[in-house]
């Protein structure tokens, strides 16, 4: 977490998984509480799932890993396959679907999307609480009948990438989709992003994390930058796929 301040709690909401919480709460090293007074975060635990939430009357709503409905949904039905930017920019191919590492997993969107498309994808995310609620999305869509075989196509690890060291087994592809240090409210407009940023702050070691991914010597590094922005470190990417309002810098070996 970005700042020593800020108090996370847990709080259960369904005395069913009272267990569960208290197991949750002590990975997490933050207490389990009866109610939010106090808190300028909460890791909610509800019948349903588990969602993060921010207090305030400003504050956006609470935000959970949700792989079977929203734009998510409608993106993996009606979206463009193989022919997006994404599934491109990673090398997806009718007869190749390469081994994906995702260094900056986050909400496991474009994680799902690849694995979707049949690639297998290992999601790194460090924040512990960015990964419980990954870790509880993939054991929702791992009991969905319709997302089942996808979800098993899927991992999540929760760890600083900087801190590893050479990768196995090795991936074909890096994919980094680090946070950019937005200066516009503009830029913050959905609920999720405004939350997450709240909470983990920028990435600003992203140069370092891309020097990290490079020097894995995969296929292919894949980075994720909003239009305009600078290239991540001092290389030229081998190649630029543009998207609607983000782009895909590929990196060769």
């Given amino acids: 977490m970005s700042d020593p301040a800020v108090r996370l709690a847990l709080l259960c909401e369904d005395q069913s998984k009272r267990t569960q919480a208290a197991e949750l709460a002590a990975g997490l090293a933050i207490p389990l509480v009866t109610d939010g007074d106090g808190c300028d975060f909460l890791l909610a ?5 588990l969602e ?18 929203g734009a998510l949904h409608y993106r993996r039905r009606f979206g463009g396959g193989r022919k997006e930017p994404l ?60 997302l089942a075989a996808i979800a098993a196509r899927l991992s999540v690890t929760c760890v600083d990438c900087l801190t590893l060291g050479q990768l196995a087994p090795q991936p074909d592809v890096i994919y980094l989709d ?59 990417p081998a190649a630029v796929i543009p998207g609607k309002n983000s782009r895909f810098d590929i990196y060769l070996r």
Wanted: hydrophobic share 45%; net charge positive.
């Fill in 52 to 69: 993060l939430r921010q207090a305030g009357a400003r504050s956006p709503g609470p935000v959970s890993v949700d792989f079977a409905a």
């Fill in 87 to 146: 599934a491109r920019a990673v090398g997806l191919k009718a007869n190749r679907c390469p081994l994906v590492l995702d260094a900056t997993a986050g909400l496991g969107r474009d994680s799902f999307m690849l694995a979707s498309l049949g690639c297998r994808v290992l999601m790194m995310e460090r924040s512990p609480i960015i990964a419980a609620l990954l870790a509880d999305g993939l054991q929702r869509a791992a009991l969905d009948p319709e």
């Fill in 45 to 49: 635990l509800t019948g349903d799932r």
């Fill in 178 to 236: 680090p946070m950019y240090p937005h200066r516009t409210k503009s830029a913050l407009v959905k609920k999720e992003m405004r939350l997450v940023r709240a909470l983990v702050g920028d990435d600003r070691d992203a140069a370092q994390l891309f020097a990290w991914a490079v020097s894995q010597g995969a296929a292919r590094v894949v980075v994720k930058r909003p239009q305009g922005a600078p290239n991540l470190g001092s290389v030229k």
